[in-house]
């Protein structure tokens, strides 16, 4: 069974950037078969997708956030990242890290609540 | 404005039936894109409930299925629990936006 676990800051100031990682257990990044994903929800709001990575290094974002996001991958720690630049209020959300395959979720992280506000 | 529009609340008894709804247009699932649903329990993440429109994940109730057609899909609760009270989304993709899309979310409430 696999696990995903955020962990970060869970404040961050206004234009700086957001910076979040996501570790796997109970199976390898590198094994393939998953896209390894990031999806926010905004307060009391629906869902959003962010962007996901392979463990190849393959990357592929939503293109309204795509000016302001990178996703990267450390294979050797089974870890894989997020980074959101130039940060408002508007991206105060809980961001969840998830595991994609066949375009659906299949294995979500507990998720971590990350406010913008100085 | 969620691409994908689902009714913002439903309610039902317990053991009666519900359907929510999902609808797209025709770059999503009207386009052939396959439908997934997530249910969320109150303070937790979401979970797969449905995939590839009426596919049940191991572990899942068979008193949950999905369906779709046209440019709409649904998911259907029998048997309403108590424990179904949740938030429920789904979820497509979408070529005009090329990204992962995601509906506004319904509410279950078992009355």
Not at chain 1, 17 to 40: E, M, N, P, Q
Not at chain 2, 70 to 93: F, K, M, P, R, V
């Amino acid at each position: 069974q696999v696990q995903l676990q955020e962990s970060g800051p869970g404040l961050v100031k206004p234009s700086q950037t957001l910076s979040l990682t996501c570790t796997v257990s109970g199976g390898s990044i590198s094994s393939g078969g998953y896209y390894w994903s990031w999806i926010r929800q905004h307060p009391g709001k629906g869902l959003e997708w962010i962007g996901y990575i392979y463990y190849s290094g393959s990357t592929y974002y939503n293109p309204s956030l795509k000016s302001r996001v990178t996703i990267s991958v450390d294979t050797s720690k089974n870890q894989f990242s997020l980074k959101l630049s130039s940060v408002t209020a508007a991206d105060t959300a809980v961001y969840y890290c998830a595991s994609e395959s066949g375009y659906y979720y299949v294995y979500w992280g507990q998720g971590t609540l990350v406010t913008v506000s100085s | 404005q969620s691409v994908l529009t689902q009714p913002p609340s439903v309610s039902g008894a317990p053991g009666q039936r519900v359907t929510i709804s999902c609808t797209g247009s025709s770059s999503n699932i009207g386009a052939g894109y396959d439908v997934h649903w997530y249910q969320q329990l109150p303070g937790t993440a979401p979970k797969l409930l449905i995939y590839g429109n009426s596919n049940r994940p191991s572990g899942v109730p068979d008193r949950f299925s999905g369906s779709k057609s046209g440019t709409s899909a649904s998911l259907a609760i029998t048997g309403l629990q108590a424990e179904d009270e949740a938030d429920y989304y789904c979820q497509s993709y979408d070529s005009s936006l090329s990204a992962r899309v995601f509906g506004g979310g319904t509410k279950l409430t078992v009355l």
